[in-house]
């Protein structure tokens, strides 16, 4: 290949590579992966984790996986309307003052990430960490984003994911909720004492940027107060215009 600058083509390289493996890889794997030696790979790695696009996993010594600092970088590509300091500035208020925990999340193809996230004061962390990123097709955030989304183009997205018939029927409910009341809700969460209910975000021109999430205690809320307050708050994460 002829004009490009190797060390960057090796370092997107692995940035790609990586996003293929949400738990991470060791350097060594890597560095076999793209062809190159150890000490090169590692002199990539550490470029990559001085701008936050890779930090250490913890799936082992010597591991790394993406980092929330590559979620800048996908929103301005995608020219997403969401205002990130307004939305953290949003989802911080109500962890604080409404003391329940809730994140943010996107779309990037097949899977969904956490743009941001706050927590209040409690004895566990119930949102998962920001830039983290998990299958599209999973929870109320996911049947958010997915929205809207034509059946033809589901049927590609469940195929790629290989969606039981069960969980096709858990996302139409969340679909159909989605379509009365605005959001959707998941009351119980296999092996958590906790509860989700997530609601689309839309910009100006009515397309779906992302999810808000509340985390909730089971049985703890009124769904006719919480869901309408998870709404409005939603409205207020995008830019106007």
């Not at 290949?1 to 890889?25: D, F, H, R, S, T």
């Not at 956490?114 to 949102?127: C, S």
């Not at 689309?200 to 049985?219: E, R, W």
């Amino acid at each position: 290949m002829k004009n490009i600058i190797p060390a960057v083509y090796k370092a997107i390289e692995l940035v790609e590579i990586l996003a293929q493996a949400p738990n991470g890889m060791s350097r060594n794997e890597l560095a076999e992966k793209l062809g190159v030696s150890k000490t090169t790979t590692y002199r990539i790695i550490n470029t990559l984790c001085m701008h936050k696009w890779l930090e250490k996993s913890d799936a082992g010594y010597g591991y790394y996986q993406l980092s929330s600092g590559l979620l800048p970088v996908a929103l301005n590509l995608q020219e997403e309307m969401i205002e990130l300091d307004t939305a953290r500035s949003i989802i911080q208020n109500i962890a604080e003052k409404q003391h329940i925990a809730c994140k943010l999340s996107i779309r990037y193809g097949l899977e969904q990430y956490v743009l941001a996230r706050a927590e209040p004061p409690g004895p566990f962390i119930t949102t998962g960490k920001e830039g983290y990123g998990f299958t599209i097709v999973e929870g109320t955030s996911g049947a958010c984003l997915l929205y809207g989304e034509k059946q033809s183009d589901l049927e590609v997205i469940y195929a790629e994911c290989n969606v039981s018939e069960e969980l096709r029927e858990e996302f139409d409910e969340y679909f159909l909720q989605i379509k009365k009341r605005g959001f959707c809700l998941r009351p119980k969460i296999a092996g958590w004492p906790i509860s989700a209910m997530s609601a689309p975000i839309y910009d100006s021109s009515n397309k779906i940027v992302a999810s808000l999430t509340f985390i909730l205690p089971q049985g703890s809320y009124d769904e006719g107060i919480i869901g309408p307050k998870l709404i409005q708050y939603a409205k207020q994460c995008v830019k106007e215009g």
